[in-house]
């Protein structure tokens, strides 16, 4: 008899195969694990990165020639990771401590992955995934664990957290799906599943260890619906809607080249979140208008010391040129209180999400904004750009900003450097304080981006990666949507265009009635365009107006996905 299980959708989409568990405790192996002298261990941690080093090294090779360039970006980042001279010493010094090389690099991605885990930026909290699989592959490499047979059957993975490598290593059409039981939608193993169009569903808890290892699945990720051992029923009731799924995939190839337009004209950009100038040369093939968020954290993480002015430059320079003339929207540095940078010098805090982060500390900290704009408004020359500025909640900040942004033009002029006055600047909306505010912020700004990822969580109370109360995340709470439309309509008063570029940006349902507020811009993870690209052109902008008369008037986020789902 079969089982089924409620989850929360992060890929839409219908496949079947069998459950690999990922993430296996590695306590066993440990147990048996001998000791050698503490400079036996040492030559163990390091012959174990050289190795690691080679495969990560080749899958990256292997994966650009295959033209997989955002899952070749993230196991890239992996490699740095890997290298960097920060954990690195932290993995060596422990491993002379504890005399256990599998333990000391455990216990050193654990320590890193705790540090990534406290920051104010939900996207560099999440890399503390990243960290701690980096951790468990060179302790698998010390102990001589090998990786599991996938067999001749698609796998769908399984596990609390999937490890990023467990996704990127497995070949195209073997992997027929990925079950999570933390609720996160933008860590790593969710943006490779997203790139690969893996059908993911997250948030099932501890629901995880009751799925048999090998067990035949059903992942329904349109519903969230995980049916374990389905009958022949109910694969038979399914057939029908994975042979739509497969002629869908053919539509989304033909929308690449046209434009997500209205059928009465009225077209909406779509653009991509980006993290390396190198996820801008790979949004193309999915139709992307430019960049709409431009996470410029990594460029300072894995470091000793802050990328120079003219490092950030030629990063910023080479995403500008690959949109080809559209806008490419730079987020100034969004890190916070409690992280592993060691030239912010910063102490832990105990609340890092309502903490020193992001535009507070550069305000403070002119020797890292100064350096960021300049780069910024240098590399403007080569194409469109803009500066957006995260967690700005009030006035004084945007005036502060725009004194910061006047200093840095002067000071290029004074050192004879050539710059664009073209570059726009706008700030994230993604609190209530800066929703509420927005009729007076438009004053000051160029463009708001309303980042919903932490403007709903904000609202609402929730943080969305805590499988207790993520379902309570939701973008279509009547109390966010009032703040998205007051945003929009404050800016349109205003004269200032509005996007969006957080998680809600991707809801092919919320395109139509964030077109009807009067959107301008929407930014999403590439391979999300084709759907809600398909899905705005399928509509009037009189059709989406009603939509948004109606949705308005409704008292629950269920009641409104319900409604949309049913009349589009």
């Known amino acids: 008899m079969s ?60 994966m650009r020639n295959a033209g997989q360039e955002e899952q070749a970006d993230i196991m890239e980042a992996h490699s740095f990771l890997l290298m960097d001279p920060m954990f690195a010493d932290l993995a060596a010094d422990k491993t002379k401590e504890m005399s256990n090389a599998p333990a000391a690099v455990l216990a050193a991605a654990d320590e890193a992955a705790e540090l990534l885990a406290g920051m104010d930026d939900e996207y560099m909290r999440e890399r503390a995934q990243d960290v701690k699989d980096i951790g468990k592959r060179l302790a698998r490499c010390i102990l001589g664990v090998k990786a599991p047979e996938i067999g001749d059957d698609p796998v769908v993975l399984c596990g609390h957290e999937v490890e990023p490598s467990a996704v990127a290593n497995i070949p195209d059409g073997k992997i027929a799906g990925m079950i999570m039981g933390q609720g996160s939608t933008t860590c790593h193993a969710v943006i490779i599943a997203k790139s690969r169009d893996i059908v993911t569903v997250v948030g099932i808890g501890d629901s995880t260890e009751s799925i ?28 029908e809607k ?11 190839e033909a929308l690449r080249d046209l434009p997500a337009e209205t059928t009465d004209g009225i077209e909406i950009q779509l653009a991509a979140n980006i993290g390396l100038p190198e996820d801008a040369e790979a949004a193309v093939k999915y139709g992307n208008r430019g960049v709409g968020l431009f996470r410029s954290e990594f460029l300072f993480m894995g470091r000793k010391e802050m990328p120079s002015e003219e490092e950030q430059f030629e990063q910023y320079k080479r995403a500008i040129q690959a949109c080809q003339g559209e806008l490419c929207v730079i987020r100034t540095m969004d890190i916070g209180g409690d992280k592993p940078l060691a030239y912010l010098n910063i102490p832990k805090e105990d609340n890092p999400f309502l903490g020193y982060r992001a535009v507070r500390i ?13 780069a910024v408004l240098r590399a403007g020359v080569f194409g469109k750009a803009a500066i957006m500025v995260p967690m700005v909640t009030c006035v004084d900040e945007a005036k502060a900003v725009r004194s910061m942004v006047d200093r840095a033009r002067a000071e290029l002029d004074a050192e004879n450097k050539e710059y664009s006055r073209a570059v726009q600047l706008g700030i994230m909306v993604e609190t209530p304080a800066a929703a509420v505010m927005a009729p007076v912020l438009a004053k000051y700004v160029d463009f708001f981006s309303i980042g919903t990822n932490d403007l709903v969580q904000y609202t609402l109370a929730v943080d969305r990666i805590n ?22 309509k404050s800016g349109a008063d205003n004269g200032k265009w509005v996007g969006m570029c957080g998680e809600m940006a991707s809801d092919p349902y919320a395109a139509v009635i964030l077109m009807a507020m009067g959107i301008s811009e929407l930014s999403m993870s590439a391979p999300s365009i084709p759907k809600v690209k398909e899905k705005i052109r399928a509509v009037s902008i009189k059709e989406a107006e009603k939509h948004l008369a109606q949705v308005m008037q409704m008292e629950t986020g269920a009641e409104i996905r319900e409604y949309l789902r049913a009349a589009l």
Do not use: C, W
């Open 3 to 62: 089982e089924t299980i409620q989850g929360q959708i992060a890929l839409a989409g219908i496949s079947i195969g069998r459950i690999m568990k990922v993430g296996q405790s590695l306590d066993g192996y440990m147990a048996e694990y001998s000791s050698g002298s503490a400079d036996e261990e040492m030559e163990k941690l390091n012959n174990a990165i050289d190795v690691l080093s080679s495969e990560i090294d080749d899958s990256v090779e292997a």
């Open 212 to 239: 048999p290892d090998q067990a035949r699945v059903l992942l329904d990720g349109n519903k969230g619906l995980i049916i374990i051992d389905p009958s022949p029923e109910e694969l038979a009731a399914y057939e």
């Open 242 to 252: 994975i042979a739509e799924e497969k002629a869908a995939k053919l539509r989304y």
């Open 362 to 374: 550069s305000l403070e900290r002119p020797e890292l904004f100064l350096p960021q704009l300049k």
């Open 467 to 488: 499988p207790q109360v993520s379902k309570l995340y939701d973008h279509f709470n009547p109390a966010v949507l009032q703040l998205i439309q007051r945003t929009i």
